[in-house]
């Protein structure tokens, strides 16, 4: 295989904060998912939000495209620190299957840990059965590790050292998702968008090592991205 005969599924959430709290917490009732935005490697794009459905219906239709479209590999910039047990935590609320696998399995999670230069991040690393998941702030954090020239590990910045940010990306600070919900909702979704837009063009730059590296040692290629130099060493 190349790589890209593989299809790359992104997917980025946003969230509304109650008010009074300058940050989302999934336990709290009021601070629901409200937009799911997907893109992948065909070019197919889709964006779901809470405008005309529940969040338990959101839930239900991300889980139902992912499944529709299949992917070999998941991808999102942070998902396994954020997007990802946000998810997790909202469908078991909603009592929501997340029947990612393609067996129509849960998810599988644990606690890890990647090391990464001088650098320890704890992690929940998500295992789906017949895909792959690909953090793509590992990517930027490896790559960083040899480079040393980056500012920050944001999405945001990390596209725009790359040259793949677009002219008319839209862009909004963080804690103004509420107030966009709110005020400029065709703006969020067009933000959303722009989001999982810039992961896929970062991982087309970031992740081909590995998927080639994957074709050499005796790791799968999820397990090739957090693994280090010297584990993936002695495996060959």
């Known amino acids: 295989m190349e790589f890209g005969d593989i299809r790359r599924l992104q997917f980025d959430i946003e969230t509304y ?11 709290r009732e009021k601070d629901e998912i409200i937009i799911i935005s997907m893109s992948d490697s065909t070019g197919w794009e889709k964006v779901i939000s809470a405008d005309g459905m529940t969040e338990k219906e959101l839930l239900e239709e991300f889980v139902r495209t992912v499944r529709e479209r299949d992917p070999d590999l998941l991808e999102g910039h942070n998902i396994f620190r954020f997007d990802l047990p946000y998810i997790e935590e909202r469908a078991r609320r909603h009592k929501v299957k997340l029947a990612l696998g393609r067996d129509g399995s849960l998810p599988a999670r644990r606690n ?8 320890t991040l704890n992690y929940t690393r998500y295992d ?5 998941v690909a953090d793509t702030y590992h990517l930027v954090l490896f790559y960083d590790a040899i ?12 596209a725009k050292h790359f040259n793949v940010a677009s002219p008319d990306r839209v862009y909004i600070d963080g804690s103004k998702i509420t107030e966009a919900w709110h005020s400029d909702r065709e703006r969020l979704l067009a933000y959303a968008l722009d989001d ?9 730059i970031l992740s ?5 590296q994957t074709q050499i040692v ?16 002695d495996a060959l």
Do not use: C, M, W
Not at 128 to 132: A, K, L
């Open 196 to 204: 999982v837009r810039e992961v896929r063009a970062v991982s087309a």
């Open 218 to 233: 005796p790791l799968s290629y999820q397990n090739s991205i957090v693994r280090g130099n010297a584990t993936r060493i």
């Open 128 to 132: 789906i059965f017949g895909r792959h």
């Open 208 to 212: 081909p090592s590995y998927f080639y």
């Open 147 to 158: 480079h040393r020239n980056l500012d920050s590990y944001s999405l945001k910045y990390i």
């Open 17 to 27: 904060t109650s008010e009074g709290y300058e940050f989302p917490n999934p336990q």
């Open 112 to 119: 890890s840990r990647i090391s990464i230069a001088e650098r």
